[in-house]
């Protein structure tokens, strides 16, 4: 039990379509990463917000955005979705320091048809 | 271009025996190193970690070796226990950087 939750479990959506998953990270924790795990693979970094700003990304189109409010909640939008985005979508919270641990939530399955 | 490599994709140990698994980098910037283990539909959970200053870590049944010269680490597993069975992912990062770099991971069957 690392206390960083994510919803939803599971989501099909089709080729084009917009979609938002959700995480909650520990009370505390002001940074929170996302990766994206497709099947057969680790988890890739798509970027990182440190107290609702940005300040770190992979190699990620535009397309995916997110945001990160105040209460430890975040977001992950993805646009325009493509077949290939179909993954687990995983958010990770840490403490303050560069040096802690980052907590997984259990993801999201995204399917696109 | 795959920074952290696991070659191996899975990996069959009897119970009670030791199980090593494998991982190679490319980045010598990477300055801490460690190993996640994933059950399915769970996230990654934290095993152990190297910073890179060290060659060896441990914690309980659990042994983190680091080669810097070779660009290799281990994780050693003894005893192995059934509820080691899982996937275990290697990973690396900078010092001034969040961002982690995974390997694809091992897949671990612990045989009774």
């Known amino acids: 039990e690392t206390g960083v939750t994510q919803s939803p479990t599971h989501l099909i959506k089709t080729r084009g379509q917009q979609v938002t998953l959700r995480c909650s990270s520990q009370?505390?924790?002001?940074?929170v990463s996302w990766y994206q795990q497709a099947l057969g693979q680790g988890p890739q970094f798509i970027f990182q917000y440190y107290r609702e700003e940005e300040n770190g990304r992979g190699n990620f189109p535009p397309r995916f955005s997110g945001l990160q409010f105040p209460n430890y909640s975040s977001e992950l939008n993805v646009n325009a979705l493509e077949l290939d985005d179909s993954a687990l979508y995983l958010c990770?919270?840490?403490?303050?320091?560069?040096?802690?641990?980052?907590?997984f939530g259990p993801g999201t399955r995204l399917t696109v048809l | 271009d795959q920074q952290v490599k696991q070659n191996s994709p899975s990996l069959s140990v009897q119970e009670g025996r030791i199980s090593i698994l494998n991982c190679d980098y490319t980045n010598s910037m990477f300055d801490y190193f460690l190993w996640y283990k994933k059950y399915p539909a769970e996230g990654p959970t934290f095993l152990i970690s190297?910073?890179?200053?060290?060659d060896k870590n441990e914690d309980g049944r659990f042994t983190v070796f680091l080669n810097k010269s070779a660009k290799h680490l281990s994780l050693h597993i003894v005893p192995s226990q059934p509820g080691d069975s899982a996937v275990y992912f290697c990973?690396?990062?900078?010092?001034?950087?969040?961002?982690?770099?995974f390997g694809k991971g091992t897949r671990l069957h612990i045989l009774p």
């Open positions: 009370s505390g924790h002001n940074t």
């Open positions: 190297i910073s890179s200053i060290k």
């Open positions: 990973a690396a990062k900078g010092n001034r950087d969040d961002k982690i770099i």
């Open positions: 990770a919270s840490r403490g303050d320091r560069v040096a802690d641990t980052q907590y």
